[in-house]
């Protein structure tokens, strides 16, 4: 276990594969392991690439990475599909999209398919990124399908990101939500060697001109834990708002991926200069810290109460004696009344 | 507040409405409605209807409710767009969909649209389905667009799930998901009219065929709260398994949308058969009160730490002095040793 952490420090492809295995699976290894490689994380730029199917994002991606490789910098892809609960079809698709970049140690690259719930896998993205980041990728690449509230969270974990649009997709109002530009740093049109992809740069753009003056929401939500605003920590970022670029490029020749990549390291500036970087990172913390509390407040719960006055609550609930209110505040008075006549509990994750 | 209940359990689309928007805004009005209403839910048979964009999903949702009507049944809509933030442009599609059924007091129709977290808007769905139910529907369909994780969240609150395909978007690998046939239990192929329908009911009957032996994963899942199996509720339903149809329907002229409510019809009295109604519910229960309890406990630790103590612990995990599976721990034990310093904590929702 020590090697594998040591391994992983020291850049190993391999090590970083078998710590990501242990993050999918949940297993033990990877939480002593990312305890241990913790204080090597917050290094590397974190960007979320997503988008619909059709968008030809994973090429996008691909095209995006070589960009990086040919500035000198290394990077680390995690491909989270939350449509797919399989991720055989995953592997092989690393492998296919592999092709341009096999042979290159500056390039990680990994597929995860969703296993179990979606904070499952939101917090498995966030412990994914991390690992990549502490093996010392400069660029982590998190490129996620769609745009419903999983991908929304699953975004939540980078720091820039990047909308993938393509012509046709773009005329009909179903594909371009306002949810999705409320998330966008960076409007990216794809295939925009097609006739017709003015047409979609013009409705974002137009889009975006209409919503000028809105909030940008994700500085202005509560923090989960300490609430909003803290005093020393003014929601307010400084400075000029940023104003959402359109960015075309064509993946396919690799054409546009330098634009995209000036811009996503012109977004990594701004952060920094309005103090936005350390509000992101202090969301992002307090968002971790929230679930894991709740996750460990409630294995607690659960071994100071047996399981008959569980099974017996639910059986009420079942032929409507209680409602779901009247059952928990019975269960917390129960476990408040209990929990002191046990032995204290160790807290082990 | 007693004439809300009142008048809702009497069948006043006036009062369901106004507690439908208390649920939709978090208001206290909600909780104690809902507690109220409690006992006279679990009555209505819960359809969810899912389906990417375009595959005509609204269309076949309102053909399914004028069979409804002609058979003699009331029903109640609940159309839940997870990748909207905006309920506005909901509220105008309620009106659009409504021209077929205004003035039909048998349908009641309600959007809701994201806000806030996923999980927020799963409960909100089914507290939603809930008045519904109590409000006397004898089906409550519940729309979700899409096929992310989100949806199958939302499709959990649903005994029987319909996904709807459409022709065109079925020769594309990526938009029929193994995972979306995972949670159907009937699928529909809308716009059947069209000449390439018939590859498209082959290659979903196909892909049924190919995984004629799966298992059925939603009886398998392990209860959240009380484990898996209980000794007295073999996980294992009786009779033979369910054999997923592929219905066809062209709802824009209202064709096949009696099939539909037939195979529906069918998949119900299998339910009951089966035992797997009575299984379902457990699970919803669990998933339900295990939701409340995290979040009861959560707040209740909120209430006995101080906001000094988290904001330290916050910023140690930012300058990676602690990691969070750390910061977990000391919070808890610090928590366990102060807590019963305090007052008795009165638990309230």
Known sequence: ???????????????????????????????????????????????GVTGAPGTGKSTLVNSLAKAYRAAGQTVGIVAVDPTSPFSGGAVLGDRIR??????DRGVFIRSMATRGSLGGLARTTGDAVRALDAAGYD???????????????????????????????????????????????????????????????????????LGTNRPHNRWHEARPLTGHPAPEHPEEPEGEPWQTPVVQTAAINDTGADALLTAINEHRAFLRRSRRLQLWERHRLERDLSTRLQDALLADFLRHISREKLESTVNRLASRDIDPNTAVRQLLTYWQDNRDSHVQTQYQE
Chains 1, 2 share one sequence.
């Open 1 to 47: 276990m020590k090697d594998l952490v040591s391994e992983l420090l020291a850049g190993s492809p391999r090590a970083l594969a078998r710590l990501l295995t242990y993050i999918e699976n949940g297993s033990d290894e990877a939480t002593s392991a990312l305890a241990r490689i913790y204080p090597h994380t917050g290094r590397a730029h974190l960007v």
């Open 98 to 103: 592999m092709r341009d970049l096999t042979g």
């Open 139 to 209: 660029v982590v690449l998190i490129e996620t399908v769609g745009a419903g509230q999983s991908e929304i969270d699953i975004a939540r974990e980078a720091q820039t990101t990047v909308v993938v649009e393509a012509p046709g997709l773009g005329d009909d109002i179903q594909t371009i939500k306002a949810g999705i530009l409320e998330i966008a740093d960076i409007l990216v049109v794809n295939k925009a060697d097609r006739p017709d992809a003015q047409n979609t740069v013009r409705a974002l753009r137009a889009m975006l001109d």
